[in-house]
T-cell receptor, first 111, second 115 residues
Framework: EDQVTQSPEALRLQEGESSSLNCSYT??????LFWYRQDPGKGPEFLFT???AGEEKEKERLKATLTKKESFLHITAPKPEDSATYLC????????????FGTGTRLTVIP | KAGVTQTPRYLIKTRGQQVTLSCSPI?????VSWYQQTPGQGLQFLFE???????NKGNFPGRFSGRQFSNSRSEMNVSTLELGDSALYLC??????????????FGPGTRLTVL
């Protein structure tokens, strides 16, 4: 069965203090790894898709990377508006085609 | 382009009742998936519909069901509600089912409270 583990569960950063969130996965053939951002009371907002080891994607202060066992979401010089829960999800090659989510990292950026 | 819309946004029901939630996908998206989100279990896949046919189903009891209409809009139904069904129900749409995976875009969710 697919497993997705995100760490840490919660992270508090000072504004401008860069850090990384981790998503480690065990899947039977990775078809894609997805990062979402979720604000309280709202649906997840799509950030990135990564398909193969070595791939990197960037968007503003966020950069996602992928290896054969894990993905990192690097946050450079975060601002308070980056505070949210960041979710990692995978799709495997079984054909089920649905997203299998980790439990998320709750990020708080303090001004 | 309008995003995924879900109605109602909030719902309060009592145990034993049934409920129907509605989802309109992004224009041009033909696949709709439903997820349940709770603090304890996180986001869990319920089912996915494409071309009015259920394509995948998660590990939920038969009380949870859904359907999709010819315009790609979808509904999910929960019968005989239990306290544990209280959750945020999220709908997500994508362009197609099968083939190279394409990203899912989520709606704002329906917050269901069962008393």
């Amino acid at each position: 069965e697919d497993q997705v583990t995100q760490s840490p569960e919660a992270l508090r950063l000072q504004e401008g203090e860069s850090s990384s969130l981790n998503c480690s996965y065990t899947v039977s053939g990775l078809r894609g790894l997805f990062w979402y951002r979720q604000d309280p009371g709202k649906g997840p907002e799509f950030l990135f898709t990564l398909y193969s080891a070595g791939e990197e994607k960037e968007k503003e202060r966020l950069k996602a990377t992928l290896t054969k066992k894990e993905s990192f979401l690097h946050i450079t010089a975060p601002k308070p508006e980056d505070s949210a829960t960041y979710l990692c999800a995978v799709v495997d090659q079984t054909g089920a085609n649905n997203l299998f989510f980790g439990t998320g990292t709750r990020l708080t950026v303090i001004p | 382009k309008a995003g995924v819309t879900q109605t109602p946004r909030y719902l309060i029901k009592t145990r034993g009742q049934q409920v129907t939630l509605s989802c309109s996908p992004i224009s041009g998206h033909r696949s709709v998936s439903w997820y349940q989100q709770t603090p304890g279990q996180g986001l869990q896949f319920l089912f996915e519909y494409f071309s009015e046919t259920q394509r995948n189903k998660g590990n939920f009891p038969g009380r949870f069901s859904g359907r999709q209409f010819s315009n790609s809009r979808s509904e999910m139904n929960v019968s005989t509600l239990e306290l544990g069904d209280s959750a945020l129900y999220l709908c997500a749409s994508r362009k197609r089912w099968g083939g190279t995976y394409n990203e899912q875009f989520f709606g704002p969710g329906t917050r269901l409270t069962v008393l």
